[in-house]
């Protein structure tokens, strides 16, 4: 097991650096483009898989990494270039997280690949859970996955909504209920091959931040995937289900569905992409307030803007320990007793928000207009406390889990 530390060693440091240059040298030149085009940035796509940034190896190596923070270090670097263009590049992520949360050794070596395709032919993949009456309240879901024995197949239909990459992507991971008495816990994850009938993309949303990031609903209308795409295979769904009726009835232990292990894997990452783009606004809030003369004098050297850049800076490296430590503990199973990797994505993502807000008071009323790069990172922290649990979700979580209270 990896001893919990707060040095990178030197391949660490190396990759840190690699990811640093390609944010400065490749995103952050193409983020206002692409935030006013709303557009997924393919060009950006493909240099990053160029260079092997986006690709499964890489990915592989940071989420096998022994101490944990591959995966974050990876995020904040990413997002301190540009939160669209980044959630672009890792989207297709949370759909591989499903997959290793959930498949078969064969399943993943079968879709993964497929998901992010070469550097000739770049794919997306797309995670479909949240609803249009089922974000939070997962138990509330109405797509519906009928096994057809006759033809080993899964039959799908239901509405997706907030899909990152949804309609556009090559794979889509879909969350779904096979037995609607048992909550949660009758959900079950279904692959959709690429060219499946009866999937298709519906409205695309037009957002106040991540534009960059196609965000869509997906529709699906009488999708048929074979036996081999029910993730985990229909023996170990079986029995799941089986043990969670017996748990319903004595009362006992519940059990995890697919959707909320996938979410548990990813929201200290999702943390680190909020402490990213927090540290992007901090700085050059630093740099604007080092050089802005105001009354003779570079305004940091007034106290009210000093104490605004010390609580940022706080806030930011609390939150970074944060995520640091549910990434460790995650990597080394350790139990989040606390909720440690709940705790780790409201505190990151409140922080995105205060301090991005921050950054535009310091840079006043240049900091309101689009010359300056704090507006769309004020618009893109908002997404940090919504997506993959709300904030309000987070608490109750961490409430749940420190009263004992079981958590659906």
């Not at 998901?115 to 770049?122: E, I, Q």
């Not at 309609?167 to 060219?195: M, Q, R, T, Y």
């Not at 232990?253 to 979410?263: D, G, L, Q, S």
């Not at 406390?385 to 987070?394: A, D, L, N, R, V």
């Amino acid at each position: 097991m990896a001893e919990f530390t707060l040095d990178l060693n030197d391949d660490q440091k190396q990759v840190r650096d690699w990811l640093h240059g390609f944010a400065a040298d490749v995103i952050r030149p193409a983020a206002s483009e692409w935030d006013e085009r709303e557009e997924t940035p393919w060009p950006v796509i493909q240099e990053a898989a160029k260079v092997g940034i986006y690709s499964l190896d890489f990915y592989a190596q940071q989420f096998f990494d022994p101490t944990g923070l591959g995966i974050p270090m990876a995020m904040e670097e990413l997002f301190w270039g540009d939160a669209g263009i980044a959630l672009s590049i890792v989207g297709t992520g949370l759909a591989a997280v499903g997959v290793l949360a959930n498949g078969t050794e064969e399943q993943i070596g079968t879709w993964i690949p497929q998901m992010y395709g070469d550097a000739n032919d770049v794919k997306v993949a797309a995670f479909c859970s949240s609803e249009p009456d089922a974000g939070s309240d997962v138990a509330s879901m109405r797509t519906r996955a009928v096994y057809d024995q006759a033809k080993d197949e899964w039959v799908l239909n239901g509405i997706k909504t907030w899909a990152t990459n949804g309609g556009i992507a090559n794979v889509h991971v879909v969350v779904a209920v096979v037995d609607s008495e048992l909550g949660s816990k009758g959900h079950a994850s279904f692959i959709v091959p690429p060219d499946t009938p009866g999937l298709s993309q519906g409205q695309k949303f037009k957002k106040h931040g991540i534009r960059a990031s196609h965000t869509a609903e997906v529709v699906l209308e009488d999708v048929r995937v074979p036996g081999h795409c029910l993730l985990g295979g229909k023996e170990k769904l079986d029995q799941r289900l089986a043990r969670a009726r017996e748990r319903a009835q004595s009362g006992g232990e519940r059990v995890k569905n697919a959707a909320m292990a996938t979410f548990e894997a990813s929201r200290p990452a999702v943390g680190a992409m909020a402490v990213g783009t927090a540290r992007a606004a901090y700085e050059v809030a630093l740099d604007y307030a080092r050089t802005r003369t105001q009354f003779g004098r570079p305004i940091i050297d007034n106290q009210g803007v000093a104490f605004q850049l010390a609580d940022m800076r706080t806030q930011i490296d609390a939150a970074r320990l944060l995520v640091w430590r549910a990434s460790w503990m995650a990597t080394t199973g350790k139990p989040f007793e606390s909720a440690e990797g709940s705790m780790s994505k409201l505190y990151a993502s409140e922080t995105a928000k205060k301090v991005t807000a921050q950054a535009i008071q310091i840079l006043g009323g240049n900091g309101f207009t689009r010359e300056y790069p704090v507006e769309r990172m004020h618009r893109d922290a908002a997404i940090y406390t919504i997506f993959e649990g709300t904030s309000e979700i987070q608490r109750l979580v961490i409430a749940r889990t420190l009263s004992g209270m079981p958590i659906r």
